[in-house]
């Protein structure tokens, strides 16, 4: 079946570029820098490098997708005939959707037969992939953008976001903990458990001592929370901690036998405020 329908998002979905061609899904680039170097889009980064930067304590600075790329983007896309659905990373935690909501208002004049939907996921990293997903899934079941745009509207907050972060140096700097949070947190191994909430926004839920505790938190939440998990797919992203993530994964394969768990890398553009060592889960729950 040919799609009619373009699934747009952005790089603060943590789609990978192998796995938005294997989803089908258009990828706008925000970008980010390193030690106030040229901006790169999030998908050329060397990834590995990215975290080897963040760990020697590299300076990172992360743009939101402004009007003009976004309205760009936008009718490129309209002029080749298709309609839009995009699944924008959180207005809680980026510029990116409003502008692109703008972007989307002003195109549509120019091209009054097509849709262009422009949906808040109020998620971010693979949370709002897994929605991307969902999108990719239910398109190529024959849904109709609109029956796939209020799929994602009626069922957004139920996204469950859960993470853990390795050193709170960076949710420090962008104002989530206190300095002296952090500093006691760092000496007792205090590792701080967060979601994103119904704002998407990022909220303090609880702490762990020590990382293997949290690990084991993140899962015991999912087995508590998810609806139907036997039938679901479980993402998981992380900050370059790759046998934490599999490690988390095995527990959730234990506590929840989802159909399917997938794992990834999250990118530059949510790392540079994440940083290394974050371990994040996504799902369908009851609620946030």
């Known amino acids: 079946m040919e799609e009619n329908f373009v699934i747009l998002t952005d790089s603060g979905s943590d789609i990978s570029p192998e796995n938005a061609e294997k989803w089908g899904i258009e990828v706008m680039p925000l970008l980010f820098s390193v030690n106030d170097c040229e901006p790169i889009p999030g998908d050329k980064a060397d990834i590995k490098q990215f975290y080897e930067e963040i760990r020697k304590g590299s300076k990172t600075s992360t743009c939101a997708c402004n009007y003009a790329d976004a309205e760009a983007y936008l009718r490129k896309i309209s002029e080749s005939g298709k309609d839009i659905l995009c699944i924008s990373f959180s207005s809680g935690l980026s510029s990116t959707y409003n502008n692109v909501k703008l972007a989307a208002e002003d195109i549509s004049e120019d091209f009054p037969d097509s849709k262009i939907y422009v949906v808040d996921s109020l998620a971010a990293s693979l949370g709002l992939g897994l929605l991307c997903l969902y999108a990719s899934r239910m398109r190529a079941n024959g849904k109709t953008i609109d029956e796939v745009r209020d799929f994602i509207e009626e069922n957004k907050l139920h996204l469950c976001h859960n993470f853990t972060v390795d050193d709170l140096f960076y949710l420090k700097r962008g104002g989530r903990v206190s300095a002296a949070t952090a500093v006691v947190g760092s000496m007792l191994s205090i590792k701080p458990l967060l979601h994103v909430d119904n704002e998407g926004h990022l909220v303090s839920i609880g702490k762990a001592r020590g990382r293997k505790a949290a690990l084991l938190s993140l899962a015991e939440t999912a087995a508590k929370n998810s609806?139907?998990?036997?039938?679901?797919?479980?993402?998981?992203?992380?900050?370059?901690?790759?046998?934490?993530?599999?490690?988390?994964?095995?527990?959730?394969?234990?506590?929840?036998?989802?159909?399917?768990?997938?794992?990834?890398?999250?990118?530059?553009?949510?790392?540079?405020?994440?940083?290394?060592?974050?371990?994040?889960?996504?799902?369908?729950g009851a609620e946030r």
């Open 227 to 284: 609806l139907d998990p036997r039938e679901q797919t479980v993402l998981i992203s992380h900050g370059d901690c790759a046998e934490d993530a599999e490690y988390l994964a095995e527990l959730v394969r234990e506590k929840l036998s989802p159909k399917e768990v997938i794992i990834d890398y999250i990118g530059p553009v949510i790392g540079s405020h994440s940083g290394a060592g974050t371990v994040a889960i996504f799902y369908l």
